[in-house]
């Protein structure tokens, strides 16, 4: 009996890893370009909730809450966690399973009103929690908090940099959760420190540096 090895041609590869990603990109694109959908899919980012939890925390119709809840599920951005009797129906909880954000190939596939949706969303919901986090004294206590706020001039190659500079926190804070949610199984209490972290990098129309 004989057998053969078929080879992989390298550039079919690269050509299907491709697709792989513009698929990816593709449904992030259209996760995010609802405003209210990408505040649902950060929520869920952070714990489980039903529609109609969420339709009160953001004073949103439930109706309106629960399409957009439809709509991240067959997106495969969220799963189902658990169902519980509630007021003679059945309440439905969710988690989710990717990242309110998406990369260059997500961002460049939303239309120019998603993006800016997308933006005044993220920065009243960054800033709200910020300025929350002012009323009740998370900036007093603790002497360690970085704040930083500048503009610069920089090249198209400078603000690639520092593009991939900025994901680059961004996946390491990602893994910091990882390991303290391990830490915490394992029984190594050391508390918990609720952590608020905005990375915000946009073309300023003032562009004057400070």
């Given at each position: ?123 009243k919901m960054a800033f709200g929690d910020a300025r929350e986090a002012l009323d009740a004294g998370g900036f007093d206590e603790r002497s360690d908090c970085n704040m930083y706020f500048s503009r610069f001039d920089l090249d198209e190659q ?53």
């Amino acid at each position: 009996m004989s057998t053969s090895t078929k080879t992989v041609n390298p550039k079919t590869r690269r050509d299907k890893s491709k697709a792989q990603a513009l698929d990816e990109a593709t449904r992030m694109a259209k996760a995010l370009s609802h405003p209210l959908r990408s505040v649902i899919l950060s929520r869920l980012n952070e714990r489980v909730a039903s529609p109609s939890e969420l339709a009160e925390e953001l004073d949103a119709p439930l109706g309106t809450v629960s399409y957009h809840v439809r709509t991240l599920l067959n997106l495969d951005c969220i799963e189902l966690v658990s169902t519980r009797p509630r007021r003679g129906a059945v309440e439905h909880h969710y988690r989710a399973i990717r990242r309110a954000w998406g990369d260059d190939s997500t961002w460049d596939l939303l239309p120019p009103n998603a993006r800016r949706g997308f933006a005044a969303e993220w920065f009243k919901m960054a800033f709200g929690d910020a300025r929350e986090a002012l009323d009740a004294g998370g900036f007093d206590e603790r002497s360690d908090c970085n704040m930083y706020f500048s503009r610069f001039d920089l090249d198209e190659q400078a603000w690639r940099q520092l593009s991939e500079r900025m994901n680059e926190l961004l996946e390491y804070a990602v893994q910091l959760q990882a390991e303290s949610a391990g830490r915490s199984l394992d029984g190594e209490q050391d508390g918990k420190v609720k952590t608020g972290v905005i990375l915000a990098q946009y073309e300023s129309k003032d562009g004057a540096p400070r």
